[in-house]
């Protein structure tokens, strides 16, 4: 297993690019099982959680090659091939978006339930109930979803709670059921808008997508398609909360900009300077001592949950206290105890989050419990006086691609070593 070590307080410096959004790019990739033939889907970024989805599609009978940061597919249905197994399924949760696809093209569908994770339990109860409203026979049974139907039938859904993985899963099924189907509740996150497009260059035929309402009218078939995934926002977050910790002057490009505005905002409000040099590139520096800054997690457009840990460890040292409240998942401040470790001064009471600014933290040894509370402490350690390590990097490299390189290029001090 490997470790990130961190020496702490060299200004960042120069330029760093965006990578496509790994939470775009895995239901894109999903949606490639509605039909056949070559497809060609550019700016996947390479992430373990990618590799992962391809494996999983090759389960499913869709082969597939990597040039760069482009994948090439090659779909062929197969009535046969329709399970996702436990062992791909426990390392990453979003193998659940095949569920919806394989339903709607081959009428069934065996996929290994997902457990719960560090943040929470994360249920897929609200995917399973909609798809029954469809026309699903659904069952779990010895940990597997096994789901049946003939062809599914468009229906009218309002979810409880906005799900993002629930809303793509639905919408992917919706595009081939019979008639037409209406999503209430609907997620309008950034990535469900870039699935929704690249279903429609499959043919698919979707109205409302990134409002609260979605409708889709199922087709019989749909077809082959290229498509370039978008940039990931919340990749661009974590490098501008690197300036934000460790001070300096960088050019962040390919940067979704018109899909970040509350992470931006929150940015802006604590002081860091962020200027817009064209659409997808943002020039930020930290010209003067960051102030404390509230955040609520919410639904999109709201501030996003993936972006709490990163923006919680900018405020460890920001003059003044603040506040931070998740609302989405009910465990997701493990990193707190780790950034503590570091001298980072974080009560936690119910859903909350109260940061005092402290002058500094120290370097310790700490661990990853998550994907962004990895990058959380990596953040910390940054501005922290002397070395960090950042333990279980496999967290990490599920959803950074070329991290430590991308950061050394700007002049991070961080190197990865066998542990
Ligand atoms: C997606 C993102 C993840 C992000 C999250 C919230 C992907 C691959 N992952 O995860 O990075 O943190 O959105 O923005 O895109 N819930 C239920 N029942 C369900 C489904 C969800 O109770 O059937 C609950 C969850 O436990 C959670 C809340 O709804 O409390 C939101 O979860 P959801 O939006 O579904 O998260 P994911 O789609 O899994």
Redesign the pocket.
């Known amino acids: 297993m490997d470790k990130l070590v961190i020496n702490g307080g060299s200004e960042l410096k120069g330029s760093i690019r965006v990578s496509g959004a790994?939470?775009a790019a895995?239901?894109i990739l999903s949606a490639v099982i509605l039909a056949d033939g070559k497809f060609k889907i550019s700016e996947a970024p390479e992430l373990v959680?990618i590799a992962t989805m391809l494996k999983l599609l090759a389960e499913l009978g869709i082969s597939s090659k990597r040039d760069g940061k482009t994948v090439t597919l090659n779909s062929k249905f197969d009535p046969e091939k329709i399970e996702a197994p436990y062992d791909l399924v426990k390392t990453m949760?979003?193998s659940?978006?095949t569920l919806g696809p394989l339903l709607a093209r081959k009428g069934k569908a065996r996929v290994s339930l997902p457990g719960g994770c560090a943040?929470?339990?994360?249920?897929?109860?609200?995917?399973?109930?909609a798809l029954e409203a469809m026309g699903a026979e659904i069952k779990v049974e010895h940990g597997y979803v096994e789901a049946v139907c003939k062809r599914l039938k468009g229906a009218e859904i309002t979810f409880?709670?906005?799900?993002?993985?629930?809303?793509?899963n639905i919408m992917m099924a919706a595009t081939l059921a019979d008639g037409e189907t209406v999503l209430r509740n609907a997620?309008q996150?950034p990535?469900v808008v870039d699935l929704a497009r690249f279903l429609k260059k499959m043919g698919a035929d979707i109205q409302g997508e990134g409002t609260k309402e979605i409708r889709i009218k199922g087709m019989k078939s749909l077809t082959n398609a290229d498509y370039i995934v978008m940039p990931d926002r919340?990749e661009a977050g974590t490098f501008l909360c690197c300036v934000a910790a460790a001070g300096g002057d960088v050019e962040v490009t390919n940067v979704p900009v018109q899909e970040m505005r509350a992470t931006l905002d929150k940015l802006i409000e604590a002081g860091l300077e962020i200027n817009k040099l064209n659409d997808t590139t943002l020039r930020v520096k930290r010209t003067k001592p960051l102030s404390a800054t509230d955040i609520t997690t919410l639904?999109?457009p709201g501030f996003?949950?993936?972006m709490q840990a990163q923006f919680m460890a900018v405020m460890v040292c920001a003059d003044g206290v603040s506040v931070a409240t998740e609302t989405?998942?009910?465990n997701r401040f493990m990193h707190v105890a780790e950034l503590k470790r570091m001298g980072a001064d974080i009560m936690l009471k119910d859903k909350s989050c109260i940061i005092k600014g402290v002058k500094s933290l120290m370097g310790a040894p700490v661990m990853a419990s998550d994907?962004?509370a990895s990058a959380s402490l990596v953040i910390a350690a940054l501005m922290a006086e002397g070395e960090t390590e950042v333990s279980r990097l496999y967290h990490l490299d599920r959803g950074y691609e070329k991290f430590v390189d991308k950061l050394s290029g700007i002049g991070a001090n961080l190197k990865r070593v066998k542990e």
């Open positions: 790994k939470n895995l239901p959680d949760r979003a659940v978006l943040i929470g339990e994360r249920p897929v109860d609200l995917h399973l109930k409880d709670i906005v799900t993002v993985t629930g809303t793509e997620a996150e990535e919340i639904p999109y996003p949950t993936d989405i998942f009910e994907l962004r």
